[in-house]
């Protein structure tokens, strides 16, 4: 999986940001230091036709009357990397901040005037639960991915989808390898969760299981369609089994990609859901470079939402008792409060009462 | 209802075109000569503040680098009007028929070069029912219309809507009253279809029943709220009756507005149904106003949308035997047909076989 | 509006308990003490037909190898009474609180044995926000309820609907009148809510008017149809006017009735909206009718829902830090706490720490 | 993937029916004649445990007073095999023909009393697209499928959908291998279609690949899990990869399970598309074993279904002006048609007008 940087013509190089990232609901810092080996996995290859390809969409000037999204415009058609071969597109989207104002005053204009009221509309459809207004705005991805994956991804129904077809054509030679810092045990807690890295050897063994399993499942792919994925046949006397049957070999970690389309209030939904810090991280990097894409498309949706959904906490109505209890200075711990030893931990740990965690 | 032109302050008048329609599946020539008299009725009320935000919004030039429609650009905000107060207006609208073949082909570009590749993966993709092409183009109407056609209108699920709140504020003073064409009897053999007109004093009653109706209770809706419909406080010793409940005083037939937005796919889905003739009259108008914003929009999907669903025949199973035999020039009548009169009745108007109608 | 109760041959009488409800968010307990007066207006009209249809669906008795709902059988078909005229029928179900464990298993049998664990389960997929176990059950109701009412209800779009068509048939002669006790002022402080009742001569003629212009509007319809209610003729040498068309001289509070449809998941969402003291009170005794079926299908379910999301709090990113504070003892009020004085409020309000309201 | 049958202890054998299926559209008679080879492969592999839960749940007798449907009841909970390993088992199910008519009719009982009104209505509503009857009847089914398959079926959106899941658990260790008779070449003339045969040396080669990558990448799969399929573990001294990543090992080949619930508009709108013969072969299996569930469920619907959708035929406005002429024996041909030759010989083969065809 480890490309040689440069040597290879279709190859391309992109620097990633480094960045520092907090898992959202725990708040605590997840500092991600790219070694020098896990930069060399970011790389994606595009032929020279698809960088040309989106080079002229991003050359196009056309002069529209719609609202448009200044910041969002500078890197439409762009491909954002994630992950070790994947990407994600912007492009194209309906409407901006203006747009759900617009839309709830059911307005013959621009619904205002001043940023400020906007902001304050905003803030407060969001935060009583208003759905409708944020319908009004439409976002479309071009995403490359891995196919296990797109199996998580595909679960969000309200979204239009097109996908790659592989009854119809080879998909590409590529499929995810995770970075060593991403190889973890199964979590001896969370039956849905990770644990601590693997390392040495057994890390090892894994990633050469992977790329050998992967490699060796794509050749004989090639073998049975009697096609190179470049279209080169390989015996011309034989003829290839059908596509549609021959991609059962591959592994589910090949790269798939769509197009993918929603609305602002599906996309948070969505967002909401994975890039959570308990959602698989291999979604999760996908869902936090898309979100960067809604903060430069509605900057004041993307506050709301990060306050009133992303770093909100959920209170039972049991839960609410304790929060009231604690406030008063009531003397209250798990034993005495109604609470199960798992709810009364998370209710401690949303609030960061680290001590009182049992 | 007749509004004498140019004297109202806020008034504004649309001259619509005089169109030769033709009713879709039946294929009958409907001619709409309107008179003078009808003419009075487009009318569309605007305030002078309606109208400039119109104009602001029509006067924006912005740059993008998405793909536009430079047909409907030219009409985009424009009050298209629809029956006598009401009207439709295209705000907003993401991608073009270049949209549904980039994203059928998965594609890092514009998809393809040439128009006729484009125009004839269209036809196929509508030709083989395929769907989620077409729901990658994006439209937002902001439309007016009564209350009892927004009822029918709003069983199109796969949408979204925000509605102007009567809870929240008081309803325009404005309720369609039908043109004497218009003016039905019940249909005695289609119990859900219009018959013959209505004319002379029967005609003459009716139309001053829904005016006088619907203006008492509009005044009635007034005085229980205390307030008029352009803020003013009737009495101000009083409070007025609660808004959610006043407007349950207002006739089916009071104007509403709303935004609607939906995808290519479902709109096309939508006018199928209430552009065709068997619809009702006061939502086929609507209908048929956005079919030709289609037609700007995506002309070759519009196109397509023509011959193989609006102009298209559906055959049933036993239906196709009998064409098989007329074809061959077999002997088949309704008697030894197999189908009730009411089947073979449809197929023969379906292929205009007027001569085989029983 | 007033019915003389057992004088007509088709009226009958329901008496319905006297309940103590607490509206939710707000946790003031408001007790509806109903006067004799109201309890009159507690009438539904079924004809004597329509009563024996619902006796002889009660009187089916089928084996079935599916789960069954003990409870819910036992008032399946009843027409419970909402409103004056109005009631909510359960005319099918599917599932119960074992289904939503067995699919969420994805089990060959029955899920679990145990009801323990399976209320361990249904409370742990209730507070992550497991969406896709609850929509494995489905209700079907059947309802007549005001249209003004059924306007707001269909904005929930994930539910299958069959309306009574006003196109097709003649609507019954029956609309909304509130009673005096829901005869509320405009709030002053809420644009979409009640204020204070309003009483005396105002009521009067308030309740006047909406008994006068429906009952008016209504005659008007069945002359302009030139057929009565009961499928009378009026004048036999006259066509009435399309069904379609004379509708549209209807009062909003009119009657309608449909079927409708819809899963665990999407009932419970359109009920934490719909039976919050929040909502307009004519739809909310229909979600409170409907949550009291809820309970007698899945109690488990339903306990569950009341203790996450009915009586739940959900704190935005800046709320929870002041609570932090709160819970440490620390000085903080509205002024330092970087909250508008309304969102300051809406959180003290649901902590009920109502000493702190500004 | 040949089993030995009897052997295995948890091995059972289902003799399928075997049945003469023709190709929906085509009319071709396509006859299965399985082979023994074949017969082999139609085993499912059930432990004791999971027979055991079927049963248990097949000897429930409950009483209840909603609609039931006999024929369904007979094989409520069994497991219809499908391919090598698969199955489609009906878990739950509400409604059947009646309960069209009565939501149709917005009725307080039955709906109707004689079955041949049902039939009427049901056949006028299927011929005239009316839809939300339809989607008052409920089905739920287990099913068991390759990966493959499974990314196929999930793009039918409106569906409530409990997928196994491999972050949780460990997926079986069963994957599809196809008979010999579905190996077949890839399509000269259509992209996504089978042409001839595969057959001698390059089956058996094309069929040990298929089966050795399974294994292989399954045996890794466990491997890097450190557990077997049956929760043995591997290295007592090791951690297990975390089952999130492993599972991106497995071929696309991988059985998964699911538990899928729809109403049935949209249940048709899928046996539509998938039990056509232009469907891949390995998703047709299912929907017709599902059609013959259907069939049991709602018979009037299903013939219906069968005359106006399945052998229905689509024609164009171009194409009905072919049709006309034909009928009228005028001299049309492709030359002078206006139709593409594609479009020309869909037209002709529609009608089997072979000799046409050019």
Redesign the interface.
């Known amino acids: 999986m480890v490309e040689v940087v440069g040597t290879a013509p279709t190859s391309v190089m992109f620097i990633t940001k480094f960045v520092y990232r907090h898992s959202w609901k725990t708040n605590s810092i997840n500092i991600k230091l790219l070694s020098l080996d896990s930069i060399i996995l970011f790389i994606m290859k ?1 032929t020279q ?2 960088k ?3 080079a ?3 050359a ?9 999204s200044v910041e969002l ?1 500078k890197i ?2 762009e491909a954002l990397p994630v992950l070790d071969h994947g990407f994600v597109r912007v ?5 901006d901040d203006t ?1 759900i104002v ?3 005053r ?5 619904g205002t005037k001043k940023v400020s009221t906007d902001e304050g509309l905003i803030k407060y459809l969001m ?1 009583h ?1 208003h759905s ?2 944020f ?2 705005c ?1 976002i ?1 991805y ?1 995403v490359k991915l ?3 994956i ?2 998580q991804w ?2 969000h ?2 979204a ?6 592989a ?2 054509s080879i998909l590409d030679k590529e499929f ?1 390898v ?1 970075s060593k810092e ?6 001896t807690s969370n ?6 890295l ?1 390392t040495g050897d ?1 890390a090892d063994e ?1 990633l050469k ?2 790329k050998d ?2 490699t ?2 794509y050749d ?1 792919y090639e ?3 009697n096609e190179k994925f470049d279209g080169t046949i390989i015996d011309e006397k ?8 021959a ?7 090949s790269y798939t ?3 993918w ?1 929603t ?1 602002l209030l599906n996309l948070l939904n969505f967002l909401f ?1 994975r890039a959570d810090s308990h959602a ?1 991280y291999e979604i999760r990097v996908y869902a936090e470079t898309m979100l960067d894409t809604v903060k430069k498309w509605v900057p004041i949706t993307h506050a709301a939402f ?3 959904r ?11 008792k304790i ?2 209890q ?2 008063k ?1 009531e003397k209250v711990n798990y034993e005495n409060s109604g609470l199960s030893k798992r ?1 009364w931990n ?1 209710l401690m740990a ?4 680290k001590e009182k965690i049992v």
């Open positions: 595009l036709e698809q040309q390809e989106i002229d969409q991003q196009q000037k056309h002069e529209t009357k719609r609202v448009t415009e439409l058609y492009v194209d989207y309906m409407g747009s617009q839309s709830a059911v307005s013959y204009g621009k935060r639960w409708t207004p319908e009004m439409e479309k071009h891995p196919i296990f797109a199996r595909i679960r129904r309200t239009n989808v097109n996908e790659y077809s009854r119809y995810y995770p991403q190889l973890s045990a199964q979590s039956r849905q969760g990770r644990g601590d693997i057994q894994v299981i992977l399993d992967a060796r499942t004989n073998k049975m369609l034989k003829s290839g089994l059908a596509r549609e049957l991609r059962m070999n591959l592994t589910l970690n990609q769509w197009y389309k609305d859901l698989q990060l306050d009133y992303v770093g909100a906490v959920h209170v039972s109505s049991k839960g609410k929060i009231q604690l406030v200075g709810e998370e949303a609030f960061e009462f």
